[in-house]
T-cell receptor
Framework: DVKVTQSSRYLVKRTGEKVFLECVQDMDHENMFWYRQDPGLGLRLIYFSYDVKMKEKGDIPEGYSVSREKKERFSLILESASTNQTSMYLC?????????????FGSGTRLTVV | GENVEQHPSTLSVQEGDSAVIKCTYSDSASNYFPWYKQELGKRPQLIIDIRSNVGEKKDQRIAVTLNKTAKHFSLHITETQPEDSAVYFCAASRSGGSYIPTFGRGTSLIVHP
């Protein structure tokens, strides 16, 4: 019953490449988020979106952009990948205005930039 | 903005012992406090949450307590089992139009058989 799907579990990319990380949810959630997870730093918010074509910067947006053309899909874009973007990337979604406000996370994409 | 501190960063216990993870938050307007468990190689999953109108909530072996005055909340796991070994994250947020929780940095719990 996977509800938030990230297209790749593992990716290896070269420095300078443009990288697309895809996330799809099937719960009709309004809100979607991208986090990166690094040891000792926990979960850090990169970007989020409340609605189609809407995006807001999180705590660490530098070097990233996002796209939300459809409600169910939220893409994270690394315009020019660098080695310091090697990390685990987690997508999450949540319903707006719901009585239960916990996230549903994707399985994560472990990105290595060489 | 909100700031969430989580302690300890690592916790090692023997099977059957209790484990307690503590978090403090800074924004007195925060009113929703979820806890997530992330097993090795898996996604974080919500295991229990508490709202600010409740002081304690229990679900089998896990419980969460909230002290609004002191702005801290804790996760308690009793009779720990090896399958409880995971990274646990606390978070704090406001319910309402936006759901942007601030996460703690995580606690790695190891339960030794």
């Amino acid at each position: 019953d996977v509800k938030v799907t990230q297209s790749s579990r593992y990716l290896v990319k070269r420095t300078g490449e443009k990288v697309f990380l895809e996330c799809v949810q099937d719960m009709d959630h309004e809100n979607m988020f991208w986090y990166r997870q690094d040891p000792g730093l926990g979960l850090r918010l990169i970007y989020f979106s409340y609605d189609v074509k809407m995006k807001e910067k999180g705590d660490i947006p530098e070097g990233y952009s996002v796209s939300r053309e459809k409600k169910e899909r939220f893409s994270l874009i690394l315009e020019s990948a660098s080695t310091n973007q090697t990390s685990m990337y987690l997508c999450a979604s949540i319903n707006g205005g719901g009585s239960r406000a916990g996230y549903t996370f994707g399985s994560g994409t472990r990105l290595t930039v060489v | 903005g909100e700031n969430v501190e989580q302690h300890p960063s690592t916790l090692s216990v023997q099977e059957g012992d209790s484990a307690v993870i503590k978090c403090t938050y800074s924004d007195s307007a925060s009113n929703y406090f979820p806890w997530y468990k992330q097993e090795l190689g898996k996604r974080p999953q919500l295991i229990i949450d508490i709202r600010s109108n409740v002081g304690e909530k229990k679900d089998q072996r896990i419980a969460v307590t909230l002290n609004k005055t002191a702005k801290h909340f804790s996760l308690h796991i009793t009779e720990t089992q090896p399958e409880d070994s995971a990274v646990y994250f606390c978070a704090a947020s406001r319910s309402g139009g936006s759901y942007i929780p601030t996460f703690g940095r995580g606690t790695s719990l190891i339960v030794h058989p």
